[in-house]
């Protein structure tokens, strides 16, 4: 259940209540005329169950209410009433299951971009990630991956391509790129730092490490496991029910193969590197496709479901 905001100019007031009065899935409607000061206008609340937020919002866009007022989504935890059981029921589909769209680019927006804090948590979950390799230590590799922020960037570039907007592809693909490559520079900086202090376990070579070997080794099972981490990751994105340590799943396939580029490159172990390199691209690759493709399929399962509610019928 969502909590509905709307600071409308006057002349849209009564076009906004007959959308939202008219929607099943809408309840609680109030209106304050002339509440709002800066810009001045009337406000209009109300509740929304969240599979019907979709509708409402186009709705309220296409009356150009975003133009010279706002819409505001807050959520509601607990809603107890006879009024809010009914719109669940009458509202397509089931609200843990629905995408809100301006939620999720809401959500992109803030975590694609390129920050002081998103650096630093970056090359700490790097040189983590470096210490588990060197010492073939998958307990420190999985340490990495919960602190490791990428998969923000990640979705950002999947929504932006999903939606074809240019400027989130591009901040995306900028946060993206320039954390991955500081990232595998810490890890570089740190074993050659290591390495220089005798720290670095004597013949080491990252391929022939037992449990930390598959990162520099590109293969089809670890390009599916990006497949499945994409379609978790992006689920956990657009759901009102999302696991917190879905991002473990996404950082399984990048932040370690940006650890074992460093790695490999400060001790001159150019197969190893390459290898890392690769497994990154196609694990990035394969965590946006799977991206987009999971949008494209939340979206037209849910045109499919509102057709055939019995409120569109």
């Known amino acids: 259940m969502l909590h509905l905001r709307v ?35 009337d406000l209009v609340i109300a509740d929304v169950a969240r599979e019907g937020v979709n509708t409402v919002v186009s709705g309220l866009r296409a009356i150009e209410v975003d133009q010279d007022g706002s819409i505001a989504l807050e959520h509601v935890d607990v809603l107890v009433g006879q009024a809010a059981e009914e719109a669940e029921r009458l509202a397509p589909g089931y609200g843990s299951d629905a995408a809100v769209w301006e939620e999720v680019e809401a959500r992109v927006r803030d975590d694609s971009v390129l920050t002081a804090s998103f ?4 090359i700490v979950a790097a040189l983590i990630a470096a210490v588990g390799l060197l010492e073939d230590s998958p307990i420190l590799i999985v340490g990495a991956m919960v602190v490791g922020p990428e998969f923000g960037p990640i979705a950002g570039l999947s929504v932006g391509l999903f939606k074809r907007r240019a400027e989130r592809i591009r901040v995306a693909l900028s946060t993206l790129g320039v ?3 500081v990232g595998a520079i810490a890890a570089l900086a740190g074993t050659w730092l290591a390495d220089t202090a ?8 990252a391929h022939a490490q037992p449990l930390t070997g598959f990162i520099v080794d590109p293969s089809l099972l670890s390009f599916t496991v990006a497949l499945l981490a994409g379609v978790a990751g992006t689920l956990s994105l657009t759901q009102a029910k999302a696991g917190a340590l879905i991002g473990v799943l996404i950082s399984v396939t990048t932040i370690p193969a940006v650890a074992a580029v460093g790695v490999s490159g400060a001790l001159g172990e150019w197969h190893d590197a390459g290898g890392a390199a690769i497994q990154l691209a196609l694990n990035v690759a394969a965590l946006v496709l799977a991206g987009v493709f999971t949008l494209w399929v939340q ?15």
Do not use: H, M
């Not at 906004?16 to 509440?35: H, K, T, W, Y």
């Open 299 to 313: 979206r037209e399962a849910w045109r499919k479901i509102a057709r055939g509610s019995p409120e569109q019928s």
């Open 119 to 122: 650096l630093v948590f970056l």
């Open 7 to 41: 600071v409308s100019a006057p002349e849209r007031t009564e076009r906004v209540l007959r959308l939202v009065r008219s929607d099943p899935a809408i309840f609680n409607v109030a209106l304050f005329r002339g509440a709002a000061v800066d810009p001045p206008g």
């Open 179 to 181: 954390g991955l490559a």
């Open 198 to 205: 005798d720290l670095v376990p004597s013949g080491f070579s």
